[in-house]
């Protein structure tokens, strides 16, 4: 039996013998790993996994307190590929034992230590190489610098880390309990790398708590100025890397996939390509599994901080859509130009298949339908559910919902009175006095095809589960096409980070230049009518709608093949 199996065995029998006292299964844990050092640093010299003292500290979570506090251990693959990525060209730039002696890699939110536990032997090997022998291990040790609020996780963390590397506990006064959110601005590593939790920071508290919470939140938004919406710990947690890495540096990070297209993660990704000159992400969707016991999609970030002289465009490069842990080594990133970002607003594309960069370059010179002749307004649905509940009924007019929407037709099954003194009543009847086109504000994005469309009758109330377009009465038909076209559901794709299609989403999809062909009035019409082939008539609007884009036949069927799984963050 292996010497992890075997302790591992023992923890769990001590554990359920004496109801899993946390700090007495962690101390016999420790005290095994003592015992068998020789092992264990043998483990870590070999770039073996060795942070099984974490494991058993994961095991005594409890859920719930994950839940709230984001605490779930990393993967060892993407620890692996994290650290290697982002150590290995920073320790070839170090040619001597005296600047390895001050370089330095730190993990602000580390847990148990199992990204700096994976970088001792990197450290350690680049030592060897520069002299060092027997004291390659300590010297690599002294390169580590940890924080987090959990002090058991911090026990182990330090505990693991000095057996591995045969120093003592106390020589490493850098791993330590505290909150890398209070650090301050100079605190100067080579590389930060990590985990960070995923969790809202202001939950559910009492209030008291909610008012320590809240002046903790104003303090973190002084403090952090790249922070929109809600205060999520892991973009915290982003910004905070982004001070604490010297330029040349790199930050390695795990991170919630919502930082990539989320309005609220717009400043943060500006600053990300303000202070880095290279981006490079890997995507792993829900379906990916990347933490077996939570549906989340996530991002390995790696990036390269600026010289202090550098300036220009950052090299973003993304790969989205792997399939699994163990793909990631082989995934090939896709670059993504800056004209490609500026017709995203700043969003970073999920791009997944070779030709899709190119493509979203080319549709950054049409313009954006927010921004074009064929619409008037766009909004949220004019009658929000939850505030007129009691006028919802049997009679009155007619109210259309989200769930009434199929691709084409909609037909509203509600009803709600408008009469009385309400203020909000005279502009809701108001805005139905015309023909507008809705879609459903939320939609799973499982599926390819989310973006569906209909016509919407003046006298047809619209629910706040449906987006409204007050379109150009002459642009209708192309209006409608083009919600139901594959190059759209491409396009949403892309950048759509949860499962609800927002305005905006809508307002920044591609429509064509020029003029619209007459044909598309009957075929248009033929498809909301059912008359002829449905799969015929989409097909001629889909090659009319090629030829208004100037689309090549590579890119028509990179449209037809792209399929876009769940990634819902």
């Known amino acids: 039996m292996r010497l992890d199996e075997a302790i591992a065995a023992l923890v769990a029998r001590e554990a359920l013998a004496r109801l899993g006292n946390a700090e007495q299964v962690m101390a016999e844990a420790i005290a095994a790993a003592r015992g068998a050092k020789n092992s264990f640093a043998a483990m870590a010299k070999s770039n073996a996994d060795a942070a099984w003292l974490g494991n058993v500290r994961e095991s005594l979570l409890v859920n719930a307190d994950r839940r709230t506090t984001g605490a779930y251990f990393t993967p060892v693959p993407l620890i692996r590929f994290l650290v290697e990525r982002s150590l290995n060209p920073l320790l070839a730039r170090v040619h001597s034992l005296k600047a390895l002696s001050t370089f330095r890699v730190i993990d602000p939110a580390m847990g148990a230590g199992a990204f700096l536990l994976k970088a001792l032997p990197f450290v350690a090997s680049r030592a060897m190489e520069l002299g060092a022998s027997e004291q390659a291990m300590s010297i690599a040790a002294s390169c580590l610098a940890g924080i987090d609020r959990d002090a058991l996780s911090v026990r182990v963390a330090k505990e693991s880390i000095a057996i591995a590397a045969n120093v003592s506990a106390d020589a490493l006064p850098e791993i330590r309990v505290g909150d890398a959110l209070t650090l301050p601005e100079n605190a100067l590593a080579d590389a930060v790398i990590g985990n960070p939790p995923f969790a809202v920071l202001l939950g559910k508290s009492s209030h008291a708590d909610e008012k320590a919470r809240h002046a903790q939140a104003a303090s973190l938004r002084a403090r952090f100025s790249a922070q929109a919406g809600e205060l999520e710990l892991a973009r915290l947690f982003l910004e905070l890397t982004l001070d604490l890495v010297r330029p040349g540096g790199a930050v390695a990070l795990v991170l919630p996939a919502s930082v990539l297209a989320d309005r609220s993660a717009g400043p943060l990704r500006a600053r990300l390509r303000e202070r880095c000159h290279t981006i490079e992400i890997i995507e792993l969707p829900e379906r990916a599994r990347a933490f077996a016991d939570v549906n989340q999609a996530v991002v390995l970030l790696r990036a390269e901080r600026r010289s202090s002289q550098a300036s220009g465009a950052s090299a973003l490069s993304i790969r989205a859509g792997v399939e699994s842990v163990d793909a990631i080594d082989h995934a090939t990133?896709?670059?993504?130009?800056?004209?490609?970002?500026?017709?995203?607003?700043?969003?970073?594309?999920?791009?997944?298949?070779?030709?899709?960069?190119?493509?979203?370059?080319?549709?950054?010179?049409?313009?954006?339908?927010?921004?074009?002749?064929?619409?008037?307004?766009?909004r949220e649905g004019e009658v929000h559910l939850t505030r007129f509940a009691s006028r919802l009924g049997a009679t009155g007019t007619s109210l259309a919902r989200g769930r009434d929407l199929e691709p084409w037709h909609i037909t509203p099954s509600s009803r709600i009175d408008l009469e009385g003194e309400d203020p909000f009543l005279p502009r809701l009847r108001a805005a139905r006095a015309c023909e507008r086109i809705a879609w459903p504000q939320i939609a799973n994005r499982g599926l390819m095809r989310r973006l569906k469309a209909a016509r919407l009758p003046a006298g047809v109330s619209a629910a706040n589960t449906l987006g409204v377009l007050v379109p150009d009465p002459e642009f209708v038909p192309l209006l409608l096409a083009l919600f139901h076209s594959r190059l759209w559901a491409w396009r949403l794709a892309l950048t759509s980070s949860n499962n609800h299609i927002l305005v905006s989403d809508v307002a920044a999809l591609p429509v064509p230049n020029g003029n619209v062909p007459v044909s598309i009035l009957k075929l248009v019409g033929d498809r909301e009518d059912h008359k002829s082939d449905p799969a015929a008539l989409d097909d001629a609007l889909e090659t009319m709608l090629a030829q208004m884009f100037e689309l090549t036949a590579s890119e028509r069927k990179l449209l037809v093949k792209t399929k876009r799984p769940s990634r819902r963050s």
């Open 333 to 378: 990133l896709f670059p993504v130009s800056p004209a490609a970002l500026d017709s995203t607003d700043g969003r970073f594309p999920l791009l997944a298949r070779s030709g899709e960069a190119n493509l979203l370059a080319k549709l950054s010179r049409f313009p954006r339908l927010g921004e074009s002749q064929f619409v008037r307004s766009l």
